[in-house]
């Protein structure tokens, strides 16, 4: 039956309902086979057919015309085979009377000479009967065919009008859409949170394990910037007891590369230097902006030799009465291999006695930053935002326990939509407004000349 379900869909059934529908009054189109369904119950001889169209009359007449023109294939499939085998039927019939005839005289023939040997009389008996039955039962199958009744089947239940529209609402459709978008939606906002490891507020970096927490910082701009000018004093206020009694350098870096350390460090030595607290701050990474040029001599000069430790504090440029800057200096190239040098203990200790030393450094997550944590007496983690994330928070914390740095707390730094602006040609202490009174050579001097970056 499933074989027979299937003849639905051959183009002679196809063909036939079209011109059966055209003689109805239905133009059924030639999409036919497109919105033809056939089904057949287990256990039943039936052939369900269903087609869909977009009103209930073309609907009613299309499954109408199909089933008729189903049976009118299997009558014509049906009367196709009795005429072959009546055809097949008819030469077997001539060809047999024919063989027949020829034994029978033959056998007479023998007969009648008399000179037959009982052997031959008796062979030729045998076709003639064996002709006999063929013909006999050939004219029997002939009566067989002639006889048979072509029942292709009958239609048993009528295609009935549809009283309602098949399937499901309009509506019902566009509410279950929109139901899904809004649970695809929010199922998509809880897996980015879940997923989420970066750092975006206090409560991220209170969990991440760095304690204390000491505030949220405006990004560099300006002294004369109210909220920025507030936001550093909070801060200053919470390291008081670090600057007060220093022991050592303060190491200020980021957990992720390109985090702009140096801008707290400036916001901090711009504050203190308010309050007529002697600052000096150790560029120790080429990230830092400045104007100083690329010969002027620095830290790495003092660490590769070329000057004693002692001398760093001759080489610093006093960027205001109680502010100077120890720039990265003439082979910032080779610092990751100059950092190993003994002398960068002496460094710090000889820069300390003249006030406080805020080094600016890469993130402590890279080799550079470790060995400058490790010389440091403490550092202020500064984590960016929307950037940093917990892992490299947690990576940090690591590194720092092992080398037993003290870790005086963390500073969230809002992160800058787009792309970071690197300044060039400017001062670190031109973020905030400040000009350099008293630079070491000409070329600092020119350097120190140039437009403040806000």
């Known amino acids: 039956m499933t074989t027979e379900a299937g003849l639905v869909y051959t ?69 196709r085979v009795v005429e072959a085998q009546t055809e097949l039927s008819n030469q077997q019939l001539d060809s047999i009377s024919s063989l027949l005839s020829q034994a029978s005289e033959a056998l007479n023939a023998a007969i009648a000479s008399g ?56 509506l019902l459709i566009g509410s279950g859409i929109l139901g899904l978008t809004l649970f695809i939606g929010i199922s998509l906002t809880l897996v980015r949170e879940h997923t989420d490891r970066r750092i975006h507020d206090r409560e991220d970096l209170t969990a991440a394990g760095v304690s204390p927490f000491l505030g949220s910082v405006s990004r560099g701009g300006g002294p004369d910037q109210t909220g920025a000018r507030e936001d550093y004093h909070r801060l200053t206020n919470s390291l008081h007891q670090f600057i007060s009694l220093p022991e050592g350098a303060l190491m200020v870096a980021g957990v992720s590369t390109q985090t702009p350390a140096w801008e707290v460090a400036a916001g901090i030595a711009d504050t203190l230097a308010e309050a007529g607290v002697s600052v000096t701050i150790v ?8 104007g ?43 610092l990751e291999s100059l950092v190993w040098d003994p002398s960068l203990e002496m460094i710090f200790r000889d820069l300390c006695t003249t006030g406080l030393v805020l080094v600016v450094g890469p993130s402590v997550n890279t080799a550079l930053g470790g060995v400058l944590a490790r010389e440091s007496a403490a550092i202020l983690l500064v984590v960016e935002e929307d950037r940093s994330t917990l892992s490299e928070v947690l990576t940090a914390r690591e590194i720092l326990e092992q080398d037993r740095t003290e870790i005086v707390g963390g500073v969230l730094l809002p992160r800058v939509q787009g792309k970071r602006q690197t300044p060039t040609n400017v001062s670190t202490f031109d973020l905030w407004g400040h000009r350099s009174r008293t630079p070491s050579d000409p070329e600092t001097e020119a350097a120190a000349q140039h437009s403040s970056h806000t």
């Open 292 to 334: 100083m040029g690329s010969s002027t001599a620095g830290f790495t000069d003092v660490l590769s030799g070329q000057y004693r430790p002692t001398a760093a504090r001759e080489l610093v440029v006093r960027v205001t009465d109680h502010v100077a800057v120890l720039g990265p200096g003439t082979q910032s190239g080779r």
């Open 11 to 79: 183009d002679a059934v196809v063909d036939l309902s079209s011109s059966i529908g055209t003689t109805l009054g239905y133009d059924l189109g030639s999409g036919i086979q497109d919105d033809v369904v056939t089904e057949v119950p287990s256990n039943s001889q039936v052939v369900q057919i269903t087609y869909t169209e977009n009103s209930p009359e073309l609907a009613q007449a299309g499954s109408q015309a199909l089933a008729e023109a189903y049976l009118q294939y299997r009558r014509e499939r049906a009367t």
């Open 283 to 290: 560029l120790a990474t080429d990230e830092a902006p400045h």
């Open 115 to 170: 000179d037959a040997d009982e052997a031959e009389a008796l062979d030729l008996e045998q076709q003639v009967i064996l002709y006999a039955n063929q013909l006999a039962q050939v004219r029997l199958d002939q009566t067989d065919a002639a006889t048979t009744s072509i029942t292709p089947g009958d239609i048993i239940s009528p295609a009935p009008l549809p009283p309602v529209r098949d399937g499901v609402h309009p």
